[in-house]
């Protein structure tokens, strides 16, 4: 006899369709006790931790504990949840800073060593400060936009499939380019038959 699998999903199911009551099934779960190992001095050690961008497994290493007790003390200390979060907001606000700059390009200063001539016969090194542009990320900026207005950018966005068939080859190459050239991107021209 062949054996049969099924999902985890389905014995829920059908608990639910047997008339179960709700607070039975909640009763199910696994509630967490304080075992005494958390200490209120942990709680600026997270906020330390994650504001060096520890992950959930390095704060949990350096308690010396595993990573499902680290998730009870979230799940049960809601002081503990909050120094972890608010530790983490500071690495996120930079890494949102720096998506935003790689989004829309940005200049910043180098320094440089080249060689001047003094004399006929001598040359030293000089270093000068260079002022350098880094373009923008064309990943970066579909992300951007993507995450900040998904109305116009989102991935399930309706493009209006109406009006894109009634339109000519060179039409929708044009609406292309617009696009691009409203986000700053450099758009040749494409050549007949290429």
Known sequence: MAATFEPVAEPAKRILKRGRPKRELEAQVPTFQDDGSFKPEFLDQ????????????????????????????????????????????????????????????????????????????????????????????????????KQRRKEQWGDNVDLGRQRLEGMSTAELEKMLADGLKSLGYPVAKVVEGS
């Open 46 to 145: 997270a906020k330390t931790l994650a504001h060096l961008g520890a992950t959930d497994a390095e704060i949990a290493d350096f308690f010396g504990i595993d990573r499902i007790k680290f998730y009870q003390w979230r799940h049960t200390r809601p002081d503990f949840r909050q120094a972890v979060m608010h530790g983490r907001e500071g690495p996120d606000d930079r890494v949102e800073r720096s998506l935003f700059e790689m989004a829309g390009g940005y200049d910043y200063m180098e320094q440089e060593a080249i060689k001047v001539r003094v004399s006929k016969d001598r040359e030293e090194v000089q270093v000068v400060d260079v002022r350098r542009h880094q373009p923008a990320d064309k990943v970066a900026a579909i992300h951007w936009l």
